[in-house]
């Protein structure tokens, strides 16, 4: 474990500069081995993985992988699998060696695809009936949509594992992620219930308690404003800012500091907003938006962020 | 449209003014009373007008830095999408003309969008839509006349294609600069709910100026109504009416975009309302569409943010969703009036 953070630790310097706030912490989730030489390629091929697409076979080690979503990007190179990745689409900005095409997961063209000759794609979701093209051409898919809970996170991580034959360093992966979330709740679990708002973007869009990052972060005492906006547990709903005002949340947690350049001091000067107590004491979060938007590695990042600032709060 | 009928009223009688300020004052009375976080009545109106009173400063401070600017800020867009749009059917003689319709909007959509992909500041914005707004109306008029001049459908489906054209060029920007997609998206559906006096600053000076241009040119309107070449023999210099009234018309739209974001119906409804219940004189209709603009989409706004409170609904649902069976109610009630 120690060996294998080290690692970690030394290849996220060697990364570089990541597109983040200066807030967002150190990610210690990039394994750097490579598929032929790694002790942990232990899963013998042909493997069979039940997705949400249904059973797929991958026959043997995938060596050109194609991924559409950002967050399997992530996963596939937190697990050590980034070296047999020969695509990823326009959105997977993270990790900075990440093969960046101008393929799009939004409205993907299948021809564009195979162009890349993949033997794996990997997609968060199936417009256009991508899934079952790409399966008329003989390219096994796994479909990892949207997480509603940590549990499809670490069945997606080892999902990918299995299917790149990192098996041993999904385990890791999600070992150290489950340890690292089992931390920040301990260690929050005695303090005093506060509120916060958690904003996805300027015009103050925001997810409830029902949302995924909502659910992630309720054990930390935290309870969402936004709920009473939201009776039928959509989890996204537009607030109104005299009922942000109203509601004088301790935390203000930013998810839209990268898309729209938010930060304390436009909070700040927001109309009726500079006399908020999270305001005037400091007690904003800024969040990397993609950290928040997506459910790899790096929501236990954030989740340790709003750990930290909740701590400072309790005080 | 038809010439001025010599029995419709002309002037603006001073009950209609009356009614016009009513409107406005039970608007901005109800638009800052009312919202998702509760503040008593009467101590409300204490602190509008200036007495003490027992409002916690928390209170105060969404009444004056929340509510109010809001109020304000979409009395001053309703007023002028209504005017804008009176001006348009005058000087184009179309009853379909608005800023919709005539691909304005779409227009300045486009150039805000450029300006946003290209990583200007805000500050721009309102300069870059007033931009995009011109070339859409230059051309959906260039286009309209080409096809020919006297049909009022040519002028209205050149603005449907330019609008249509536009948009197509806004979409294809936007897939091009994902990485500004949700700024471009949070422009389009409008700012209102975040805005406060800064906002009101930055748009009051199009707004008076287009206002009074358009206002002073509310009899040449009434003589272009007649037809061009009469309106020409009359002595009104009609090139450069047109020119200073749909430019007036333009920049008022671009900078009420700017900070509204695209709100439909206003500039065809409130007019329309007006020219059926009053008559077809510009100067009665141009006052009291400014008047009734302001009221219609201060009420509409308090809707947006009262209907699902505390969440917020996009206030050009409200307008399209109330605007609809408004136009037709006063559609139907109008032949018994007139």
């Not at chain 1, 925001?206 to 009473?228: H, K, Q, W, Y």
């Not at chain 2, 830095?65 to 059917?89: D, E, I, K, W």
């Not at chain 2, 096809?147 to 091009?176: D, H």
């Not at chain 2, 065809?268 to 989409?297: D, N, Q």
Request: proline share 6%.
């Amino acid at each position: 474990m120690i060996v294998a953070l080290a690692v970690a630790l030394g290849a996220c310097t060697a990364n570089g500069a990541t597109p983040s706030t200066d807030d967002e912490t150190t990610v210690t989730f990039i394994e750097t081995t490579t598929p032929s030489t790694t002790a942990t390629t232990t899963a013998a091929f042909p493997v069979t993985i039940a997705t949400a697409n249904g059973t797929v076979t991958v026959f043997s080690e995938p060596h050109a992988i194609v991924s559409l979503s950002p967050t399997a990007t992530e996963m596939l190179f937190a697990i050590g699998a980034g070296g047999q990745v020969a695509a990823v689409d326009d959105q997977s900005n993270y990790p900075a060696d990440a093969p960046l095409t101008d393929l799009t997961g939004l409205s993907p063209n299948v021809e564009a695809i195979a162009a890349y000759d993949p033997d794996l794609v990997v997609v968060a979701f199936d417009p256009g009936d991508l899934v079952a093209s790409l399966d008329t051409l003989g390219i096994p898919v796994l479909l990892e949509p949207a997480a509603t809970s940590l549990d499809d996170v670490y069945t997606q991580i080892s999902q990918l594992g299995e299917a790149t034959g990192h098996t041993d360093a999904a385990e890791r992966v999600t070992t150290t992620m489950q340890a690292r979330i089992v931390a920040a709740y301990d260690e929050a679990a005695s303090g005093d219930e506060l509120t916060y708002y958690f904003e996805l973007d300027p015009t103050y869009f925001s997810a409830t308690s029902s949302t995924f990052i909502g659910e992630l972060l309720a054990p930390l005492g935290l309870r969402n404003v936004a709920d009473p906006a939201d009776p039928d547990g959509y989890g996204y709903p537009q607030l109104s800012s005299e009922f942000i005002i109203g509601a004088d949340p301790d935390l203000i947690l930013l998810a839209d500091t990268v898309c729209c350049g938010q930060n304390k001091d436009t909070v700040a000067a927001r109309p009726g907003w500079d006399s908020l107590d999270a305001v005037t004491k400091g007690n904003i979060v800024p969040l990397n938006d993609d950290s928040a938007s997506r459910w790899g590695p790096r929501v236990v990042d954030l989740l340790e962020a709003v750990g930290a600032a909740a701590r400072e709060v309790r005080k | 449209m038809s010439a001025t009928a010599p029995d419709r009223p002309t002037r603006l009688s001073a009950r209609a003014v009356l009614v016009g300020l009513a409107a406005i004052l039970g608007a901005v009375t109800l638009g800052s009373l009312v919202g998702p976080v509760h503040i008593p009545f009467g101590e409300a109106i204490k602190r509008l007008f200036g007495s003490p009173s027992s409002l916690t400063d928390r209170q105060a401070d969404i009444l004056t830095a929340v509510r109010l600017p809001r109020v304000v800020l979409g009395g001053l867009v309703g007023s002028m999408l209504a005017l804008a749009g009176a001006s348009y059917q005058g000087v184009f003689r179309n009853p379909l003309a608005d800023p919709y319709l005539l691909g304005v909007a779409a227009g300045a959509g486009l150039g805000a969008t450029v300006a946003i992909s290209a990583g200007a500041t805000p500050a721009v914005l309102p300069a870059a839509a007033f931009a995009g707004a011109i070339v859409a109306v230059v051309a959906t008029y260039a286009v309209g006349r080409s096809v020919g001049r006297r049909s009022t459908t040519s002028l209205i489906l050149a603005g449907v294609a330019m609008a249509s054209f536009l948009t197509a060029i806004q979409t294809y920007v936007q897939q091009r600069h994902t990485d500004t997609l949700r700024e471009v998206y949070a422009w389009i559906l409008g700012r209102l709910s975040t805005s406060g006096w800064h906002e009101v600053l930055l748009i009051l000076p199009y707004l008076v100026f287009g206002g009074t241009v358009i206002l002073l040119h509310r009899r040449m309107l009434d003589v272009l109504s007649l037809g061009e070449e009469e309106a020409s023999a009359l002595g009104v210099p009609v090139r450069r009416v047109r020119l200073l009234v749909v430019g007036a018309a333009t920049l008022g739209t671009a900078a009420a975009v700017a900070v509204s974001g695209l709100i439909g119906f206003v500039g065809i409804i409130v007019p329309h309302a007006i020219r059926l219940v009053t008559g077809a004189s510009y100067r009665v209709i141009l006052p009291l569409s400014a008047m009734f603009g302001a009221a219609f989409l201060i009420i509409a706004d308090l809707t947006a943010r009262t209907v699902l409170s505390p969440a917020e609904l996009p206030i050009g649902v409200v307008t399209a969703f109330l605007g609809a069976p408004f136009f037709v109610l006063v559609l139907r009630t109008a032949k018994g009036l007139r």
